[in-house]
């Protein structure tokens, strides 16, 4: 069974530009989550999608959006860049997104020069 | 608002010791407890996890305990070894909210 696939691995953009992420959870799952890992910050809760529709949201500004399509794939995007926003995002995938663990992907590590 | 607290940025024991890190939180809501291990450059990989209904878990040479009354829990790694040296994540969740996660414990086993 493929695990969560996260696309780019990595990226490099600059002030000011736009970019979009892409996530393909575990086959089955319906349920995707994004988190953002910067150094001494752990992981910071963006978004969860559950058969298309967003469910819950982390307390991010509006430059950070997502989307799911009906096959369960997500792609996050992140307009107007800022230096802040160079981290490591992550995507999870569960079956149901209730009390249950997540599975996550390797990231895509973006810097923002 | 950080919910779920690890305090302790780092943690540095002898190999064939035993590892104790620390989680606290603050919303007594939160019913359902994990511990994620993560490599540099890896995504978190699930480690153990918790219900709100026991005080114990225990999976090989893992631990985990839960105090609701404290809202702490802890997982224990015994005995440790280098390759157990990573990040633990320390996460709560409760119904179909989100999983929220601590910063995060720096583990090192030294050999």
């Known amino acids: 069974k493929a695990g969560v696939t996260q696309t780019p691995r990595y990226l490099i953009k600059t002030r000011g530009q736009q970019v979009t992420l892409s996530c393909s959870p575990i086959s089955g799952h319906r349920s995707v989550s994004w988190y953002q890992q910067t150094p001494g910050q752990g992981l910071q809760f963006l978004f969860e999608y559950f058969s298309e529709t967003q469910r819950n949201k982390g307390n991010f500004p509006g430059r950070f959006s997502g989307r799911q399509f009906s096959n369960s794939r997500s792609e996050m995007n992140v307009s107007t860049l800022e230096l802040g926003d160079s981290a490591l995002y992550l995507c999870?995938?569960?079956?149901?997104?209730?009390?249950?663990?997540?599975?996550f992907g390797s990231g895509t590590q973006l810097s923002v020069l | 608002d950080q919910q779920v607290k690890q305090n302790s940025p780092s943690l540095s024991v002898q190999e064939g010791r035993i590892s104790i890190l620390n989680c606290d939180y603050t919303?007594?809501?939160?019913?359902?407890f994990l511990w994620y291990k993560k490599y540099p450059a890896e995504g978190p990989t699930f480690l153990i996890s918790i219900s709100s209904i026991k005080d114990k878990n225990e999976d090989g040479r893992f631990t985990v305990f839960l105090n609701k009354s404290a809202k702490h829990l802890s997982l224990h790694i015994v005995p440790s070894q280098p390759g157990d040296s990573a990040v633990y994540f320390c996460a709560a969740q409760y119904n179909n909210n989100d999983m929220r996660f601590g910063a995060g414990t720096r583990l090192t086993v030294k050999p």
């Open positions: 999870a995938s569960g079956k149901t997104g209730g009390a249950e663990k997540l599975f």
């Open positions: 919303n007594s809501m939160f019913d359902y």
